[in-house]
């Protein structure tokens, strides 16, 4: 298996812009998890999944942000409008039930200008 | 709820000696503990994990930590550093609900 594939690596845009994150998790996993990591806050559990359902979307931070997992191989999560503080790296993670161990994506790197 | 407390954000070791990065949670029910690894530009990878059982638990690339409940510690530690540990180091908690908390992290430098 590839692991948990994100797209894009790297965004650029503008404030006020649409930014949407895509995830592919691991074939088989019923868990995926979306979390942010910033200098100034360290690792954020944003929103997880389990068979394809929102459980905990308690870490969004406001209603620009939304997330969705329309089917059991692809999640997005969207951010509207953008704001320069929206800038981070997005994981995505997925795991499967059987097992504690989350396998992270390379990430999204967001900036926001 | 849970937490995590990692106990210096750098660390820096001479190649072959000990590192030992420290880590204290708070769990309001048995935990289960892990470790991940950070290199520039990389997602997260385990390097080890605690759910039930055996205390010591050994991970890849000659990590190991053990977990004391008396202490809420679950330190990492290696008996010899090499160049290729220079990495960022996350201590997590979950209540096995799949929630990972995460410590803020430290970041190693191994010295030649």
């Known amino acids: 298996d590839a692991g948990v594939i994100q797209s894009p690596r790297h965004e650029v845009t503008e404030m006020g812009q649409e930014v949407t994150l895509r995830c592919k998790p691991i074939s088989g996993h019923d868990y995926l998890f979306w979390y942010r990591q910033t200098m100034m806050r360290g690792l954020e559990l944003l929103i997880y999944?389990?068979?394809?359902?929102?459980?905990?979307d308690s870490g969004m931070p406001e209603d620009r942000f939304s997330a969705k997992m329309p089917n059991a191989s692809f999640s997005t999560l969207k951010i509207q409008p953008s704001e320069p503080r929206d800038s981070a790296v997005y994981f995505c993670?997925?795991?499967?039930?059987?097992?504690?161990?989350?396998?992270f994506g390379q990430g999204t790197r967001l900036t926001v200008v | 709820a849970q937490s995590v407390t990692q106990l210096g954000s750098h660390v820096s070791v001479s190649e072959g000696a000990l590192v030992l990065l420290r880590c204290n949670y708070s769990s309001s029910v048995p935990p289960y503990l892990f470790w991940y690894v950070q290199y520039p530009n990389q997602g997260l990878q385990l390097l080890l994990k605690y759910t039930t059982g055996a205390t010591l638990v050994k991970g890849i690339n000659g990590f190991e930590a053990e977990f004391k409940k008396s202490e809420t510690s679950f330190h990492l530690t290696k008996p010899s550093a090499h160049m290729s540990d220079a990495a960022e180091y996350f201590c997590?908690?979950?209540?096995?609900?799949?929630?990972?908390?995460f410590g803020a992290g430290t970041t190693v430098t191994v010295r030649a």
């Open positions: 997590a908690v979950s209540a096995n609900d799949y929630k990972l908390s």
């Open positions: 993670a997925s795991s499967d039930s059987r097992s504690t161990e989350a396998f």
């Open positions: 999944f389990n068979n394809n359902v929102p459980i905990d």
